[in-house]
């Protein structure tokens, strides 16, 4: 299976993601991880992303299409994969349709899971994820053991662009580039909606309802 999830900063594509891999025996394809992972390492490319990440400004297609490619192309991804944060462009979703179709592959459900602009913000000003294994949690309403630590034991950080200031940047980049992609797939009649708002159990019982 071959589902996107979709929705703005803060929706929760990543937590539910990470829920779903476990459920669906199929990896997370996160771009945001990826270029969070090239910019620790501290590469040339890792610096690129990072000048257009702490702005909230989308990375250019030119820099993420290979990226993606790479990724999509490895041996865990070819039964499926869950793209979390991947298409955000046009040029994007044409890509990933010209990938999976080349391996006889389909996009086959788009789950959008819708939050309002408060409520997003809210959540990301309030959210933490381990620098070890990636667990994210708010510091509200799924908190970790302590402030600063993980159960893995790792140290919880807050990430750069997670401010209230970049998150607003964020939402203008989503409501410009990214949210006129639900009408691309809405064409090919695979997007499902699911209320964003709930406890995490909650919210995947209802990504697994609309999958069926
Ligand atoms: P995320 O972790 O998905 O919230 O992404 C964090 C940031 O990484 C975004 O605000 C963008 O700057 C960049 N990014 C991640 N995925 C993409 C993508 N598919 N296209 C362009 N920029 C991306």
Do not use: W
Request: with cysteine.
């Amino acid at each position: 299976m071959d589902l996107i999830l979709f929705g703005p900063p803060g929706a929760g594509k990543g937590t539910q993601a990470k829920r779903l891999v476990d459920i669906l025996q199929i990896p997370q394809i996160s771009t945001g991880d990826m270029m969070r992972a090239e910019r620790a390492a501290g590469s040339e490319l890792g610096k690129q992303f990072d000048d257009y990440m702490s702005k909230g400004l989308l990375v250019p297609d030119s820099l993420v299409l290979e990226l993606f490619r790479q990724r999509l192309a490895a041996e865990d991804a070819k039964n499926g994969a869950i793209f979390d944060g991947y298409p955000r462009t046009v040029a994007q979703a044409e890509a990933l349709d010209g990938l999976l179709s080349e391996a006889g592959r389909q996009v086959d459900s788009v789950v959008s899971i819708e939050v309002q602009l408060d409520e997003m913000i809210e959540r990301i000003i309030h959210r933490r994820s381990c620098q070890s294994c990636g667990q994210i949690f708010h510091l509200r309403y799924n908190p970790p053991p302590s402030q600063d630590r993980c159960e893995c034991g790792g140290q919880l950080v807050q990430r750069k662009d997670d401010t209230e200031e970049v998150v607003r940047k964020r939402y203008d980049e989503y409501l410009e580039k990214t949210a006129p992609l639900l009408d691309f797939y809405q064409k090919a009649g695979v997007v499902k909606a699911v209320d964003g708002v709930g406890s995490l159990d909650e919210i995947t019982e209802r990504i697994r309802g609309v999958l069926g």
